[in-house]
């Protein structure tokens, strides 16, 4: 979305292929507003087996399938352990689950998605015919769009660029084929082979390969050595400057007797969640500060936890909002007073690898930002950012130390932020998109 907003200042007019029905209820109309007025969008009609699966699942259950529970806390031991299991009933253990298996492993290759990959290629090869497109650009997820584009690139002999905001085969959802989580599907060995063949045609065909880390370019490069190495590029995510613009400035009242704690976006069910809480409840219960400190989540993904935080001892000091349009959660962040970031566990592989996407806009926010976790490449780059205060995921007494020092700068007038603003800038969307377009100039010229 933002690389569309911001190409036409590059000499660059997207035309942009999306899906008809999406399978989502979350939907932010308003991120639409952001786009040049004449930017066509075509749409496809997408046919996705998940949509059955969730009405079989509602009428027997009564909620959806991928409706995750909270996880048990993991204070110490092995930090790749799973969080136990809900144990599933007989209809689902030994008929459902199989069945879904069978479908994701046949059908749903290489993601839910693939019923829109028909009717996008028809559309689309309409599309480059009529608006007479010079290169074809994919992002993913769904990877289902790098096989559209790879078919399309193949039929018209139009440029490819693709590009990975997550990872496809080396993602932990794909290289974990013994997973033991019984929520999951299996991945089996034959769609995996299945999905490196498709991803090493992707790769091969592209002009460009884009990636939103170092560590994830690295990991591909060493996943597929015959793929040219100078095709691999790092474009991270970033923020917009224009987002920052339209909020009013906010003073922070350095004298309120509250420490108010925002976390805005998704919240895995592996991350240290269970252990915030934990030492949430601890300096509730033993310092006696309580209504001086608030936690906000904005996430359709606490949901499973509201029940909980809506009772003692958390209904006085945590808040679930639930989804916010854009520009409502980046104005959340720069009123918080501290905003917390809690990464997922993940392998060790890809642990090192992971970069929020909210990292960039906490960055710019310009306000002092907690990360509970593990250390790897998120880490590294907010703590170039200079704004950081990092705490290890099983730490639950330096977490707790943390907030409390948090809380006492807070009381003092002292808790302000001093942003590395040359590191920070150099994420802003309109930069970023000019390396897309420089990249897509010299693919044009060949």
């Not at 310009?366 to 200079?386: D, Q, T, V």
């Not at 730490?395 to 007038?413: N, P, Q, T, W, Y």
């Not at 590395?420 to 044009?444: C, Y």
Request: proline share 6%.
């Amino acid at each position: 979305m933002k690389f569309s907003k911001y190409l036409p200042d590059f000499g660059w007019r997207p035309v942009i292929l999306s899906v008809k029905n999406p399978d989502t209820k979350i939907i932010d109309d308003s991120l639409l507003k952001e786009l040049p007025e004449n930017t066509k969008i075509y749409k496809a009609y997408s046919f996705e087996f998940v949509r059955i699966e969730d009405w079989v699942f509602e009428k027997i259950y009564g909620r959806r399938q991928y409706q995750a529970q909270p996880a048990k806390p993991r204070v110490s031991g092995d930090s790749n352990s799973p969080a136990t299991p809900v144990r599933q009933s007989p209809l689902k253990r030994f008929v459902l689950t199989p069945l879904r298996n069978v479908i994701h492993n046949f059908v749903n290759t290489p993601d839910g998605k693939v019923g829109w990959i028909p009717f996008a290629i028809v559309k689309g090869l309409w599309i480059i015919w009529r608006e007479k497109i010079d290169v074809i650009l994919s992002t993913s997820p769904p990877e289902s769009g790098h096989v559209i584009a790879l078919i399309l690139s193949f039929l018209t002999r139009k440029k490819l660029v693709v590009d990975f905001r997550d990872p496809w085969t080396t993602h932990d959802n794909r290289r974990n084929l013994e997973t033991t989580a019984l929520w999951a599907p299996r991945v089996s060995k034959s769609r995996f082979r299945y999905e490196r063949w498709l991803e090493r045609r992707t790769l091969s065909r592209a002009g460009a390969i884009i990636h939103t880390g170092n560590g994830r370019a690295q990991l591909v490069k060493e996943s597929f050595p015959t793929i040219d190495a100078g095709k691999h590029h790092v474009i991270t995510n970033g923020y917009d400057e224009a987002d920052f613009a339209t909020i009013q400035p906010v003073s922070q009242d350095q004298t309120a007797k509250c420490l108010h704690i925002f976390s805005i976006g998704e919240i895995y069910t592996d991350s240290a969640i269970e252990n915030l809480l934990i030492a949430l409840e601890n300096l509730i219960a033993a310092e006696g500060i309580g209504s001086e400190i608030k936690l906000t989540f904005v996430s359709e993904s606490v949901e499973m936890w509201r029940e909980r935080l809506s009772v003692p001892p958390f209904d006085k000091n945590v808040s679930v909002l639930g989804f916010r349009p854009h520009k409502e959660a980046v104005a959340m962040m720069t009123q918080a007073d501290v905003l917390l970031l809690l990464v997922p566990s993940g392998s060790e592989v890809m642990r090192d690898r992971v970069i929020a996407g909210r990292t960039f806009e906490y960055m710019r926010s310009a306000r002092p930002i907690l990360m509970i976790g593990w250390e790897g490449e998120s880490s590294r780059i907010l703590s170039a950012g200079g704004t950081l205060t990092f705490v290890p995921h099983d730490d639950i007494k330096k977490i707790e130390h943390v907030i409390l020092e948090f809380h006492r700068r807070k009381m003092a007038g002292e808790l302000v932020a001093n942003p590395n603003w040359e590191f920070v800038r150099q994420f802003d969307r309109k930069l970023q998109t000019g390396r897309l377009a420089g990249l897509m100039d010299s693919l044009i010229k060949r």
